[in-house]
């Protein structure tokens, strides 16, 4: 079977720009989290989405946007691209979330986005 | 969710058994210890979970102390393919079910 699909795997934006990286999750899987990692660090959550609804917000900036489809495939949008935001962006997926949770998510390789 | 401590770096030689621990002395009753692996240029792999009970699976064992407070995970016959930063992380069962990464344990498989 197939695990989480990211797409594109890298891109190269310029500051201001605006990019969209895409994630089809793992067949079944409801729940789709993005998470940002920085060189030489550890994953940062960014959004989680369930149902096509918000679950989850980390502490990044308005710039920062995501959706979910009818599919559970999922975009993250960002806007006003900074050089700071040059990173790994990864893209997980878990069976279901809240009461039925405690599932582990499964992640994909990420999109290396590089900021010039 | 609970804050986790794990050592920097370690080595271990190929074919014996990796114990690789981890303290999480604020861990509450609801939370769950999960490890994760990331190998270079890929995504974070789950390897296993648990609450309070050990745990084991075809990647590993998980072993957590009766006061919950530290775990140990266990790759039982190491392979120089499981050099890689481990991940131990601390998580609710439900509700904020974001992933809370630390800086990992680098684990070097010697030859």
């Known amino acids: 079977d197939a695990g989480v699909t990211q797409s594109p795997t890298h891109l190269i934006k310029t500051r201001g720009q605006q990019v969209t990286l895409r994630c089809s999750p793992i067949?079944?899987?409801?729940?789709v989290s993005w998470y940002q990692q920085v060189l030489g660090q550890g994953p940062q959550f960014i959004f989680q989405?369930?149902?096509?609804?918000?679950?989850g917000r980390g502490n990044f900036p308005d710039r920062f946007s995501a959706r979910q489809f009818p599919n559970y495939s999922s975009e993250l949008n960002v806007n006003a691209l900074l050089l700071g935001d040059s990173a790994l962006y990864l893209c997980?997926?878990?069976?279901?979330?809240?009461?039925?949770?405690?599932?582990?998510?499964?992640f994909g390789d990420g999109t290396r986005l590089s900021i010039l | 969710d609970a804050k986790t401590t794990q050592p920097t770096s370690m080595d271990c030689a190929e074919g014996r058994a990796a114990n690789l621990p981890c303290n999480h002395s604020?861990?509450?009753?609801?939370?769950?210890v999960y490890w994760y692996r990331q190998i270079h240029s890929q995504g974070p792999q789950y390897i296993i979970h648990?609450?309070?009970n050990n745990e084991t699976n075809e990647m590993a064992s998980l072993i957590i102390t009766e006061d919950r407070k530290s775990s140990t995970l266990i790759l039982p016959h190491a392979t120089l393919r499981d050099t890689a930063v481990y991940y131990c992380?601390?998580?609710?069962?439900?509700?904020?079910?974001?992933?809370?990464f630390g800086t990992g344990t680098r684990l070097t498989i010697i030859p």
């Open positions: 997980a997926s878990s069976l279901d979330f809240g009461f039925r949770g405690n599932q582990p998510q499964h």
């Open positions: 989405y369930y149902e096509k609804e918000e679950r």
């Open positions: 992380i601390v998580r609710v069962n439900f509700g904020n079910e974001k992933l809370t």
């Open positions: 604020t861990i509450s009753g609801n939370e769950y």
């Open positions: 067949s079944g899987h409801k729940s």
């Open positions: 648990g609450l309070k």
